[in-house]
């Protein structure tokens, strides 16, 4: 008894099978390409899209992926540090700052020294002279550095900042009588603001960073 012959199948149709039977995720590499009467080369990642008669010429493409480069995590924002003010140190270790002061329609900024042995903040007689200070409004008695008690008249200033502090109505000490007399400041900052305020003195920078105050 003879066999049943089996159908031969055509070429093109063994190829699709062919492709068809590819896994899904290897084809997801391949790119297609083949040439079409007019001479014009295509190319489709879809073998379906291809039309049968161009089945035998099909050449396929593997194509390479990328990996998607990792994110480099964010870093946490840096958190601004406190104000500082630049400052001047001389060979004796004293240390000096701007201070601007107004008094009355006048605005000047001077050189103040830090000085903790005074108990109150003062201008030299030359400082008050170019705010234009005519005459003290009292008089008072302070301790200077070196432990004396001397008298001096004091005035009230509209406003004196002391780098990122501001203080208005603020009374100062007049010392010295003589405008002229050179000093290496115009005023010293004493104890009636150091101790308001919590600062940090960066000589190797020539700064101070003032850290919190009470005022």
Do not use: C
């Amino acid at each position: 008894m003879k066999r049943p012959e089996l159908p031969i199948l055509p070429v093109s149709l063994l190829i699709l099978f062919m492709f068809l039977s590819v896994p899904v995720y290897e084809a997801r590499g391949e790119v297609y390409k083949y040439l079409d009467d007019e001479g014009q080369i295509h190319f489709t990642d879809d073998l379906t899209t291809i039309p049968e008669k161009y089945w035998d010429e099909v050449q396929t493409l593997k194509v390479s992926r990328k990996e998607p480069a990792e994110r480099t995590p964010a870093s946490a924002p840096e958190l601004p540090g406190p104000p500082s003010t630049a400052v001047d140190i001389d060979e004796f270790g004293h240390v000096y700052l701007q201070v601007e002061a107004r008094y009355r329609s006048r605005s000047e900024t001077f050189r103040f020294m830090l000085d903790t042995g005074s108990s109150m903040s003062s201008l030299t007689a030359h400082a008050a002279d170019m705010l234009g200070v005519i005459y003290a409004e009292g008089e008072t008695s302070t301790v200077v550095a070196d432990g004396r008690v001397v008298s001096n008249g004091w005035v009230t200033l509209d406003k004196m900042q002391v780098g990122p502090f501001v203080l208005e109505n603020k009374p100062v000490l007049i010392h010295g009588s003589d405008p002229r007399q050179e000093l290496p400041y115009e005023g010293l900052l004493g104890q009636d603001l150091l101790s308001k305020v919590e600062y940090r003195l960066d000589r190797e920078n020539k700064q101070i960073q003032w850290l919190k105050t009470d005022f």
